[in-house]
């Protein structure tokens, strides 16, 4: 399950931008051939006993960039969308990280 070593390194990103600060939610961007069920439960595991475990966890799912192989069109999608001008395959030139840091909020102090 190498989704666990990438949710251990966005953790890892995690604490080093907010410090100690206790952060009340975060928002993790995938790409889409990402599971996010099985990226929420290794945020679990890598997070129980941290200022982390407590916060909500939301997956969002980005798109790729592809570029169509037949008209030249650059497209958001999957690795299967057709092009949306002509219908052509598409080659992914920009993709999506599979786990990333998207957002996050700090727990506001009582």
Same mark, same amino acid.
């Given at each position: 399950m190498h989704e666990r070593a990438l949710v251990s390194k966005t953790a890892i990103e995690l604490a080093s931008v907010t410090g100690l600060d206790?952060?009340?939610? &975060?928002?993790? *961007?995938?790409? +889409?051939?990402?599971d996010a069920a099985v990226v929420e439960e290794a945020w679990r595991a890598v997070t129980?006993?941290?200022?982390? *475990?407590? *916060?909500?966890l939301t997956c969002v799912t980005r798109d790729h960039v592809l570029q169509c192989?037949?008209?030249?069109?650059?497209? &958001?999608?999957?690795?299967?969308?057709s092009c949306h001008?002509?219908?052509?395959?598409?080659?992914? &030139?920009? +993709?999506?990280?599979?786990? *990333?840091?998207h957002d996050w909020v700090i727990e506001e102090a009582l």
């Open positions: 206790r952060v009340s939610h &975060v928002t993790l *961007a995938l790409s +889409p051939e990402t129980s006993g941290t200022p982390v *475990a407590t *916060a909500t192989l037949e008209c030249g069109v650059e497209y &958001v999608g999957d690795k299967l969308s001008s002509c219908g052509g395959n598409g080659l992914i &030139v920009g +993709p999506t990280p599979e786990v *990333a840091l």
